[in-house]
């Protein structure tokens, strides 16, 4: 499976989604807050909370993160995450670097899980980073991964701040074998034309070797291939800014 991206508006749509299938809006619990004024060094001072939907409910519930100055007005920036079916439940919140070139550039992590009757589960990936023009976060990017999937975010060396899904194939339906995957690598950073950075995709293959579907671990051992591969496709650009 090719890792999933939303637009700041599909993010937005999926608030409706999330609604159960009787119609009544879904209740939550809060699951973590963080400060990010010091972090971020923020004009007002920002917090983001996490929260996952109530457990016995019925219906397709996504988490959410709500970004918030005033305590009163927790609910004013709350975005709905990417999720499947089932009630979502918050994994991790956490702060990562996304860029560490001059100036250096951090995000607001939310990794969510997710339940499938029939495929399984996912876990989505969401990312923001702080606009210090608007003094507001910004939706930077999303990708998703199954339980035959891996997700990485480098902080250190070449691809510190890349962010690198793998995917299993899914051509041997049941087997739980070797079997190749999709790579997908993304880098932040700002296509020219648009004003708005975000995670881009630079690089995309399907890998010559097989590797284990039961105990995921692809990244590492592709990271060779992929700025190879990267050298031989963008030899004199780095694609983003």
Known sequence: M????????????AVLLGTSVYGAEPTFVEVKTLALKEPF?????????????????????AAKVCFWVDPAQRD???????HFHGLQSVKKLTLVPVRRANPAVWGVLLVAYSNRSADGSR?????????????????????????IGEYRI????????????????REE???????HFKMEIDK?????????????QVLGYVTSKTYDSKEVQVITPELGNIQCFLGVVYPESDVVR
Do not use: N
Not at 46 to 56: G, S
Not at 123 to 139: G, K, L, N, Q
Not at 173 to 179: D, E, K, V, Y
Not at 188 to 200: D, N, P
């Open 2 to 13: 090719k890792p999933l991206w939303l637009s700041p508006a599909l993010l937005s749509l």
């Open 41 to 61: 060094g923020t004009k007002k001072d920002w917090k983001v909370t996490a929260y996952q939907p109530e457990e016995h409910q019925m219906g397709d519930i």
């Open 76 to 82: 004013y920036h709350c975005e709905s995450v990417l």
């Open 123 to 147: 876990t989505s990936v969401t990312i923001w980073t702080y606009d210090r023009f608007y003094d507001d976060f910004e939706f930077a990017g999303v990708t998703a991964v199954s339980e």
């Open 154 to 169: 480098l902080s250190e060396g070449p691809f510190a701040g890349y962010l690198i899904a793998a995917e299993g194939t």
């Open 173 to 179: 339906a049941g087997h739980s074998g070797p079997r």
């Open 188 to 200: 932040y950073g700002r296509v020219e034309g648009e004003r708005t950075a975000g995670y881009r």
